[in-house]
């Protein structure tokens, strides 16, 4: 675990270790959530789909296409065990797709409407 205090940043790097140097990474959903098993009853979305839900998450530039970094400030669930749990999922493209999930960016889901 990694101790921190309630809005410090906390600075995270995700990297792909691949003999592969044309493969890039890129961060589609991260969620926090207070119990290890990532219960769906009380999470925090950090980003979705690769869209930034969380107004304190940023970027960094890494010239390494297989090393993603990022930022947020800590934070804690109300009424709950002072640990955050952190899930994130990471999408693998070849750097020479333009059409992967890896180059689409922010995908907004609209939900259906249902009809009579």
Do not use: M, W
């Not at 119990?35 to 979305?45: F, K, R």
């Not at 709950?80 to 333009?98: G, H, I, K, M, T």
């Amino acid at each position: 675990p990694y101790y921190v205090s309630i809005n410090q940043n906390l600075f995270l790097e995700a990297y792909l270790h691949s003999s592969d140097p044309n493969l890039v990474l890129f961060l589609d959903t991260c969620v926090a959530s207070p119990t290890p098993q990532n219960s769906t009853a009380a999470t925090y979305d950090i980003i979705r789909n690769g869209c930034v839900q969380d107004s304190t998450y940023a970027t960094y530039y890494s010239s390494q296409r297989h090393k993603l970094r990022f930022k947020f400030n800590a934070f804690q669930f109300v009424r709950s065990n002072p640990s955050v749990y952190l899930q994130c999922e990471f999408v693998v493209c070849r750097a020479s797709d333009y059409s992967s999930r890896c180059y689409q960016g922010c995908i907004n889901r609209h939900k259906r409407e249902a009809r009579s």
